[in-house]
């Protein structure tokens, strides 16, 4: 998970999520810091990375 104005590039973290086979989310019109205040975002993507890992 990342914000479109985070201190790593998003093409970086892209290459990044692409060799360790992860994904990546790219939250818009979101800072480092800023990402806390998206709960409404950040929930349900935790709770899709959380789910399968428990099964």
Known sequence: M??????IPVEHAAQMARKIGAQL???PDT???SIMSRP???????????EPAQE
Not at 2 to 7: A, R
Not at 40 to 50: E, F, S, T, V
Request: net charge negative; hydrophobic share 55%.
């Open 31 to 33: 800072t480092h810091m």
């Open 2 to 7: 990342l914000s479109d104005t985070d201190f």
């Open 25 to 27: 989310a790219v939250l």
């Open 40 to 50: 409404d975002w950040l929930a349900p993507l935790i709770a899709n990375r959380i």
